[in-house]
């Protein structure tokens, strides 16, 4: 079934709606879960979580680019789960250094994912991005946004994991300058 078909059920609150964002999307959503949980059971708890999520926020909210949209909402609440986890102690694995990264071109907080989460920071960095070539926007998205691991970017783009890390690094400070120059940070 389209998208545009999904989303007009969500808004006629069909419950069918549900079931064919997951059968269309379940694969996929929990790829990125597992990729920031590690886990086949919390990853699916996540993709449920999401589906709700979606359900409540369509209407009012209509997605332009629904998989995204889908994509994003897996992503938050994986990432808010990791953070539960690893709560009592410091570090936690790929989603915290990931973070910790990015924590340099947002500073100004100790919480960069309620920074991150603020419209006007959203859309700079949304235009950051469109702005970057293609693979290193591909690079730096598949880091931060899907939280992959540098040795698997690495190994997809056909790279060494430094070059990948050179790359990761060039982009985070060019992000740092657009977000000065926008008066972001």
């Known amino acids: 079934m389209e998208d545009e078909r999904i989303v007009e ?9 549900l079931r064919e964002t997951q059968s269309k999307y379940s694969r996929y959503l929990q790829a990125i879960a597992y990729r920031v949980l590690g886990s086949r059971e919390d990853s699916e708890e996540c993709v449920n979580d999401a589906l709700l999520s979606a359900w409540n926020a369509i209407p009012p909210k209509r997605p332009t680019v629904f998989r995204m949209f889908l994509a994003k909402l897996t992503r938050n609440h994986a990432i808010n ?7 009592a102690k410091r570090g936690g694995g790929e989603v915290m250094l990931a973070i910790e990264e990015l924590e340099e071109c947002v500073a100004g907080t ?3 994912e309620s920074s991150a989460m603020t419209e006007e920071l959203q859309r700079a960095i949304n235009t950051f991005v469109r702005s970057l070539p293609e693979r290193e926007g591909d690079i730096f998205l598949q880091r931060y946004f899907f939280v992959r691991d540098v040795k698997d970017i690495a190994r997809s783009y056909g790279i060494s994991q430094s070059n990948a890390s050179v790359i990761l690094s060039r982009t985070r400070a060019k992000l740092k300058d657009f977000l000065q120059r926008e008066q972001l940070m």
């Open 9 to 17: 059920l969500y808004f006629a609150r069909d419950q069918k709606a």
């Open 110 to 112: 100790s919480d960069t």
């Open 81 to 87: 789960r990791k953070k539960a986890q690893n709560a």
